[in-house]
């Protein structure tokens, strides 16, 4: 390239520069930052405005009212609610999974006499997936190796129930019926779930107190039941807080039918194939399998589900 050309380029691109530094220095003196003023149509600023988002006049968790009231319960909620409204990502997965999950746990919960609404605690533990803790808590739920045998899981090299969603849930409400009758109201119980009853019992005699928005519990805990009001009021009002979906893309519900085993199976992947499906689609309806075969020496009767003939291809059809 010769230095006429490259003379000729340096004027064409100076020329652009000036030119773009006209139009676009008058817009920026117009926006908010410089004189507060906000043009919803400007789309060279504010491709992705960010709003606050609303807060509930009154909401309720498990039937006991919230105190919105007191500024400092108001400003939690507000802070949650902040959090997993735009932490878009992380909230569209967890209302998808909701489609698919709920329909197991919401049963279980009626059943039991659990209050609907604990089922986010499932969703603040685990985000409804088979998550490990750093301290080894497992599964949705989230349970301990001696907290879930305590509460009859079975859990081994090759078992472990924490993985099963309904036995886990199953064990989850046994914890919240025995922490309710302790405690005497929802709240208080959905809290312990989080801090240990141990540990909430110490800090009711500490200070004095056993309301839970009266209370100083802890960075995880003081924030534990915000959230999971916070992801309440998102799921039963998701277009309010701006996701919007299809029927189409939420995560449809698994189909399935079981099959019951009292014997050793030697291998799972050739279990599958007698049953016309794969390992993984195996694995992935029984995470509580945490081996390729079961040596079941004590003949227990272990239900197996088994993936209905077509629904990985027609899951989304």
Same mark, same amino acid.
């Given at each position: 390239?010769?230095?006429?050309?490259?003379?000729?380029?340096?004027?064409?691109?100076?020329?652009?520069?000036?030119?773009? #530094? *006209?139009?676009?220095?008058?817009?920026?003196?117009?926006?908010?930052?410089?004189?507060?003023?906000?043009?919803?149509?400007? #789309?060279?600023?504010?491709?992705?405005?960010?709003? /606050?988002?609303?807060?509930?006049? %009154?909401?309720?968790?498990?039937?006991?009212? *919230?105190?919105?009231?007191? +500024?400092?319960?108001?400003?939690?909620?507000?802070?949650?609610? /902040?959090?997993?409204?735009?932490?878009?990502?992380?909230?569209?997965?967890?209302?998808?999974?909701?489609?698919?999950?709920?329909?197991?746990?919401?049963?279980?919960?009626?059943?039991?006499?659990?209050?609907?609404?604990?089922? $986010?605690?499932?969703?603040? @533990?685990?985000?409804?997936?088979?998550?490990?803790?750093?301290?080894?808590?497992?599964? +949705?739920?989230?349970?301990?190796?001696?907290?879930?045998?305590?509460?009859?899981?079975?859990?081994?090299?090759?078992?472990?129930?924490?993985?099963?969603?309904?036995?886990?849930?199953?064990?989850?409400?046994?914890?919240?019926?025995?922490? $309710?009758?302790?405690?005497?109201?929802?709240?208080?119980?959905?809290?312990? =779930?989080?801090?240990?009853?141990?540990?909430?019992?110490?800090?009711?005699?500490?200070?004095?107190?056993?309301?839970? !928005?009266?209370? *100083?519990?802890? %960075? %995880?805990?003081?924030?534990?039941? +915000?959230?999971?009001?916070?992801?309440?009021?998102?799921?039963?009002?998701?277009? /309010?807080?701006?996701?919007?979906? @299809?029927?189409?893309?939420? =995560?449809?519900?698994?189909? $399935?039918? #079981?099959?019951?085993?009292?014997?050793?199976?030697?291998?799972?992947?050739? +279990?599958?194939?007698?049953?016309?499906?794969? !390992?993984?689609?195996?694995?992935?309806?029984?995470?509580?399998?945490?081996?390729?075969?079961?040596?079941?020496?004590?003949?227990?009767?272990?239900?197996?589900?088994?993936?209905?003939?077509?629904?990985?291809?027609?899951? =989304?059809?």
């Amino acid at each position: 390239m010769n230095k006429k050309n490259i003379l000729h380029i340096a004027i064409v691109l100076t020329g652009a520069a000036l030119l773009a #530094t *006209v139009i676009l220095i008058p817009r920026l003196a117009d926006c908010s930052g410089a004189n507060g003023k906000y043009y919803p149509n400007d #789309t060279i600023l504010f491709l992705n405005p960010t709003y /606050q988002v609303p807060i509930p006049q %009154e909401i309720t968790f498990a039937g006991e009212p *919230v105190p919105l009231h007191l +500024f400092d319960v108001r400003e939690s909620l507000d802070r949650e609610l /902040q959090v997993n409204t735009y932490w878009h990502s992380q909230t569209v997965l967890l209302l998808k999974r909701g489609n698919r999950y709920f329909p197991i746990i919401e049963p279980i919960l009626k059943e039991k006499g659990i209050p609907d609404d604990f089922k $986010y605690l499932a969703v603040a @533990e685990s985000a409804l997936t088979q998550a490990v803790s750093p301290s080894q808590a497992v599964g +949705f739920w989230q349970i301990l190796e001696p907290t879930g045998k305590e509460l009859g899981l079975e859990i081994n090299n090759e078992v472990d129930e924490r993985y099963h969603i309904e036995k886990s849930t199953y064990a989850a409400c046994d914890y919240l019926l025995k922490s $309710y009758k302790h405690y005497g109201n929802w709240t208080m119980t959905a809290a312990s =779930y989080n801090f240990g009853r141990n540990g909430i019992n110490r800090q009711i005699e500490h200070q004095n107190n056993s309301n839970y !928005y009266d209370m *100083v519990l802890g %960075e %995880e805990t003081g924030r534990y039941v +915000f959230r999971c009001i916070a992801l309440k009021v998102i799921f039963e009002n998701p277009k /309010q807080y701006g996701f919007f979906f @299809e029927p189409k893309d939420l =995560y449809p519900p698994l189909r $399935y039918y #079981t099959v019951e085993v009292d014997s050793t199976i030697s291998s799972i992947a050739s +279990f599958a194939e007698k049953y016309n499906t794969s !390992y993984k689609m195996i694995k992935q309806l029984n995470p509580w399998l945490r081996e390729n075969y079961l040596t079941n020496k004590k003949k227990k009767v272990y239900t197996i589900k088994i993936p209905m003939e077509g629904f990985r291809e027609s899951a =989304y059809q």
